[in-house]
């Protein structure tokens, strides 16, 4: 079975630009979830999506946003980027609702904001 | 919301000997903790979890205990390999909002 794949794997972008990241899930899983990692910060939830429908949403700004489309594949769109965005974004898909099951992590997008 | 604190920060210890990562939480509701390896440059992978029904659980050279009444977890390494060194995230996550809440990460080394 492929894994949990990221496009693209790296992007750079100034400040005021937005950006979307890509996620493809597992085959079969239906629940998406993206996280920012930093090094100060460490691991922390954005939101998640399970049958196209945003289930919870972490501590982050309105600028932050997603979807899922009837694959499951997922979309994260960052708008209005600061310095502060610059980070290595994750997504994890699981069977069902990811935060209280096992969750398969792909490789990341690493944004860096100029 | 959910606090999770994981200590120690860095951990340094010969092949061989065991490692003990300890994580606590502070929301009662919490009823599962996965805990994940991410090595340099990787995806963090689950090595392990537990959830509130069970005090342990065991897989190998790994082992995690779990006490709901001083809401606490910890990760036990045993014989420690070059291998293992990595960053080991811990979690909680609770029933309700299924929101998992990450520790800021152990980074183990392991010298051979």
């Known amino acids: 079975k492929a894994g949990v794949t990221q496009t693209p794997r790296y992007l750079i972008k100034t400040r005021g630009q937005q950006v979307t990241l890509s996620c493809s899930p597992i085959?079969?899983?239906?629940?998406v979830s993206w996280y920012q990692q930093t090094p100060g910060q460490g691991l922390q939830f954005l939101f998640e999506?399970?049958?196209?429908?945003?289930?919870n949403k972490g501590n982050f700004p309105g600028r932050f946003s997603g979807r899922q489309f009837s694959n499951s594949r997922s979309e994260m769109n960052v708008s209005t980027l600061e310095l502060g965005d610059s980070a290595l974004y994750l997504c994890?898909?699981?069977?069902?609702?990811?935060?209280?099951?096992?969750?398969?992590f792909g490789p990341g997008t690493r944004l860096t904001v100029l | 919301g959910e606090n999770v604190e994981q200590h120690p920060s860095t951990l340094s210890v010969q092949e061989g000997d065991s490692a003990v990562i300890k994580c606590t939480y502070s929301?009662?509701?919490?009823?599962?903790f996965p805990w994940y390896k991410q090595e340099l440059g990787k995806r963090p992978q689950l090595i392990i979890d537990?959830?509130?029904?069970?005090g342990e659980k065991k897989d190998q050279r790994i082992a995690v205990t779990l006490n709901k009444t001083a809401k606490h977890f910890s990760l036990h390494i045993t014989e420690t390999q070059p291998e293992d060194s990595a960053v080991y995230f811990c979690?909680?996550?609770?029933?309700?909002?299924?929101?998992?809440?990450f520790g800021r990460g152990t980074s183990l080394i392991v010298h051979p």
């Open positions: 085959s079969g899983h239906r629940s």
């Open positions: 537990i959830r509130s029904n069970v």
């Open positions: 994890a898909s699981s069977l069902v609702q990811g935060g209280n099951n096992e969750q398969f």
């Open positions: 979690a909680a996550s609770d029933g309700g909002s299924y929101i998992p809440t």
């Open positions: 999506y399970f049958s196209e429908t945003q289930r």
């Open positions: 929301d009662s509701a919490s009823n599962y």
